[in-house]
């Protein structure tokens, strides 16, 4: 009688939770509102902790860097150049676990970019991949003195993006 008993209030309790998720999905659709209902907390707070800054000033890479990345189930931000990336790195520095950047930009390249989130205490231990179409020698080397902890040239393989990304936060 007991087992029954928690399985009754299991089952009822998930009915009530259900009949409310019918009751704003309704109300929503009355008043073409969009709502998003988030599975659980620990969904969000599991994917909170694989949030990845995209840096690049093409829009056609930054997007099919994000979508890779999506695709793998992280949640990506992007930036088109140094100076945003700073400032978004300093909004979201609770979330972002992993930055990912050009070289050549405009208003603030990589370099700089890295070199200044190096400086913040949020991004001091940072883990930043470089992926850039340079692959010269001193490129290279001028990244991981500068705290790069990975280099990918362009094009790139996206099975290398995620396997790298996974190597780094996991």
Do not use: W
């Amino acid at each position: 009688a007991q087992f029954s008993n928690k399985r009754f209030k299991f089952y009822f309790i998930y009915f009530l939770y259900f009949k409310f998720c019918m009751m704003l999905f309704t109300v929503g659709c009355i008043f073409g509102v969009e709502l998003q209902f988030h599975y659980s907390l620990i969904y969000t707070e599991r994917f909170s902790m694989r949030t990845i800054l995209v840096v690049d000033d093409s829009s056609t890479m930054r997007g099919a860097t994000t979508r890779v990345l999506k695709d793998a189930g992280y949640t990506v931000l992007e930036a088109k150049d140094g100076v945003e990336a700073l400032q978004v790195a300093e909004r979201n520095k609770q979330d972002v676990k992993l930055v990912i950047t050009d070289i050549n930009m405009p208003n603030m390249d990589g370099l700089q970019f890295l070199t200044a989130l190096k400086a913040t205490p949020h991004g001091k231990f940072l883990p930043v991949v470089m992926l850039t179409t340079e692959s010269q020698k001193e490129k290279v080397e001028k990244a991981r003195t500068a705290g790069a902890k990975a280099f990918m040239v362009k094009p790139f393989s996206e099975n290398q993006l995620v396997d790298a990304v996974k190597r780094l936060v996991g």
